[in-house]
C-alpha cells in the first residue's frame, strides 16, 4: 500500500477513534440548563395558578390566562433536543434530576410529555374564563406533571 494511502487509512482510524471518544465526551451543559429552564418556567407558572385555585392569591384572568399560555407552550417545546442520550449520567453530579427511565423508556417519556401538552392545552383554553375553571383544570395538569416526575424525575427525598 503506497504510503498516501497508508496516511489517510491512519488519518481516518484516528479521526473515528478519537471523534467517538470526544461524543461520548460531550458537553451536555446547554441541554440541561435548557430543560431545567424549561420546568422552572413550568413550575412558575403553575405555581401562580395553583395557587388562584387554592384561594392563596386572588382569581386574576389575565394573569391566569398568561401563565396557563406559558405552560403550554413550555410544554410545547420539543423535547427530544433537551433531553439526548448521553445527558442523562454522565460526570454530571447533582446537574440533573432526570432518571435514566427518560432514555431507556422513550415511549413511556413521549407519552409522558404528551399528556402533559394535553392537560397544558386543556388548562390554556379555559383559565382566562374564571376561578372555577382554573379549578377544574389544575388536577389534570398536575396529574401530568406528577406522573411525569414519578417516573421520570429523581424524587427531591
Same mark, same amino acid.
Given at each position: 500500500?503506497?504510503?498516501?494511502?497508508?496516511?489517510?487509512? *491512519? /488519518? @481516518?482510524?484516528? %479521526? $473515528?477513534?478519537?471523534?467517538?471518544?470526544?461524543?461520548?465526551?460531550?458537553?451536555? @451543559?446547554? !441541554?440541561?440548563?435548557?430543560?431545567?429552564? !424549561?420546568?422552572?418556567?413550568?413550575?412558575?407558572?403553575?405555581?401562580? $395558578?395553583?395557587?388562584?385555585?387554592?384561594?392563596?392569591?386572588?382569581?386574576?384572568? =389575565?394573569?391566569?390566562?398568561?401563565?396557563?399560555?406559558?405552560?403550554?407552550? *413550555?410544554? @410545547?417545546?420539543?423535547?427530544?433536543?433537551?433531553?439526548?442520550?448521553? @445527558? =442523562?449520567?454522565?460526570?454530571?453530579?447533582?446537574? %440533573?434530576?432526570?432518571?435514566?427511565?427518560?432514555?431507556?423508556?422513550?415511549?413511556?417519556?413521549?407519552?409522558?410529555?404528551?399528556? $402533559?401538552? %394535553?392537560?397544558?392545552?386543556?388548562?390554556?383554553?379555559?383559565?382566562?374564563?374564571? $376561578?372555577? *375553571?382554573? !379549578?377544574?383544570?389544575?388536577?389534570?395538569?398536575?396529574?401530568?406533571?406528577?406522573?411525569?416526575?414519578?417516573?421520570?424525575?429523581? /424524587?427531591? =427525598?
Amino acid at each position: 500500500m503506497p504510503v498516501f494511502k497508508k496516511t489517510i487509512l *491512519a /488519518s @481516518s482510524i484516528f %479521526t $473515528l477513534a478519537f471523534g467517538a471518544a470526544a461524543m461520548a465526551q460531550m458537553d451536555y @451543559s446547554a !441541554q440541561i440548563a435548557a430543560r431545567q429552564g !424549561q420546568m422552572d418556567i413550568m413550575a412558575l407558572n403553575v405555581g401562580i $395558578l395553583g395557587n388562584m385555585a387554592r384561594g392563596n392569591t386572588g382569581y386574576d384572568a =389575565d394573569l391566569a390566562q398568561a401563565a396557563a399560555d406559558n405552560i403550554f407552550a *413550555a410544554a @410545547s417545546v420539543g423535547h427530544q433536543i433537551a433531553w439526548p442520550a448521553g @445527558s =442523562d449520567n454522565f460526570d454530571l453530579g447533582d446537574a %440533573t434530576a432526570a432518571l435514566p427511565a427518560v432514555w431507556d423508556d422513550p415511549d413511556g417519556f413521549d407519552q409522558a410529555w404528551g399528556d $402533559l401538552r %394535553t392537560a397544558a392545552a386543556g388548562m390554556a383554553e379555559v383559565a382566562g374564563t374564571g $376561578l372555577d *375553571a382554573v !379549578q377544574g383544570a389544575i388536577r389534570p395538569l398536575g396529574g401530568a406533571c406528577g406522573g411525569c416526575h414519578r417516573n421520570f424525575r429523581q /424524587s427531591d =427525598d
